[in-house]
């Protein structure tokens, strides 16, 4: 899955919004550990109000799946 289809795939899940919390992500992911999930994918990315920049997430995510 390349950077656009995950992008899609993000807003899609958040209903076409441009930013994404850290339980919706990980809701996205499968995953139940929020906190487990702001340290391994989001630290470190820029934020407004505990809500993270979709674009930003998925070059995030884009990069965890290449190493």
Known sequence: MNR?????ELRRHVRGAGT??????ASFMGLKNVSRVKAQYL???DHINGRY???DVAKRL??????
């Open 4 to 8: 656009q289809e995950l992008y899609a």
């Open 20 to 25: 994404i919390t850290p339980g919706q992500f």
């Open 43 to 45: 630290d470190g990315l």
């Open 53 to 55: 920049f979709i674009a």
């Open 62 to 67: 884009q990069q965890e799946v290449r190493k």
